[in-house]
């Protein structure tokens, strides 16, 4: 028993390690193997532990360290492993998904904080400033060619004053963006770690249908508190309230926007549209702007009127 588990676990290792690496290298294919990457630590961790999780993604970051190196390292350490090793360690816990995901979040914000925070020390220069020229840079390169084309104006709302202004408000929600994506980070470990795992016939928990998720009244509070501080420090010249309030009202009226969409599948699924024509719907209303604010407010109508009549849900 004891040399099948270290088979096992060296073989976890390896997929680890080649589907990190094959993440960086292979065109197209590539950004499935991101998918996938983390779901044999998410493995080693439910079922060996903790501390097997956190031996096993050292050995698998010391072979991409000799392979990709020390930043592809870097990376694979706080942006992958430690999200993989939580997720992993909570669902062998027996944690209830919505936790899961929870605590899988504030692992992978507090990984990305340090991940910046050790750049920043490294190489003397703040990452975000060199994300944010990288930006600047495409920007004015696709304004340039559009330009040139014809089919934009000089000075656009791809270059000049219109593209700082967008940086400058980038730089402020920044905190909401990071926050965002560590959620997002967390949700598809898990998503794609339970997909696999069911496949093989392993006991995984599963989120709720996506038309019952329902988020707690609580949430409309953060609201409430972004708006305030908007306010007061409108009126008070405070940029620190101001900025707190940018980020609250991003970060809750995402969350209100995915209760939205969560009611209108809902209602699509009680006039039995057909799964395709609801998963195309919703994509819509996550991506165009219109419809994600209808969305915001419906969520937080259901969120006070309860439209569906249950207290199920996340």
């Known amino acids: 028993m004891r040399t099948r588990a270290i088979v096992e676990r060296a073989l976890l290792i390896t997929l680890t390690f080649i589907f990190f690496l094959g993440s960086l290298y292979i065109p197209v294919i590539g950004i499935a193997l991101a998918l996938f990457s983390p779901v044999p630590l998410v493995i080693l961790s439910m079922r060996y532990g903790l501390k097997r999780g956190v031996g096993s993604a050292l050995i698998a970051s010391f072979l991409i360290l000799l392979v990709g190196g020390p930043f592809q390292a870097f990376v694979f350490v706080f942006n992958s492993a430690v999200v993989a090793i939580a997720v992993g360690f909570l669902v062998g816990k027996k944690l209830k998904p919505s936790e899961v995901i929870f605590y899988g979040t504030l692992v992978s914000l507090g990984a990305k904080v340090v991940f910046f925070a050790i750049s920043a020390l490294a190489i003397g220069i703040n990452p975000l400033e060199l994300n944010f020229k990288m930006i600047q840079d495409a920007f004015k390169s696709s304004s340039e060619f559009y330009e040139r084309l014809g089919l934009i104006p000089k000075d656009s709302y791809l270059s000049g004053s219109n593209l700082n202004a967008f940086l400058n408000y980038l730089r402020i929600i920044f905190p909401a963006i990071i926050i965002l994506a560590s959620a997002l980070d ?129």
């Open 186 to 314: 967390a949700f598809i470990t898990f998503t794609v770690s339970g997909w696999v795992l069911r496949k093989l016939k392993e006991e995984f928990p599963t989120l709720p249908s996506f038309s019952g998720w329902r988020f707690p009244r609580s949430i409309f509070w953060g609201m409430v508190t972004g708006v305030l501080f908007s306010i007061i420090g409108e009126q008070t010249s405070n940029s620190y309230l101001i900025n707190a309030g940018a980020n609250l009202q991003i970060v809750f009226g995402a969350l209100f926007m995915i209760q939205g969409a969560s009611l209108i599948d809902y209602f699509m699924k009680r006039f039995n549209l057909k799964r395709f024509i609801r998963v195309i719907i919703i994509l819509f209303i996550f991506t165009q702007p219109f419809l994600s604010k209808v969305s915001l407010f419906l969520g937080m109508f259901d969120l006070i009127l309860d439209f569906r009549r249950r207290r199920g849900g996340l």
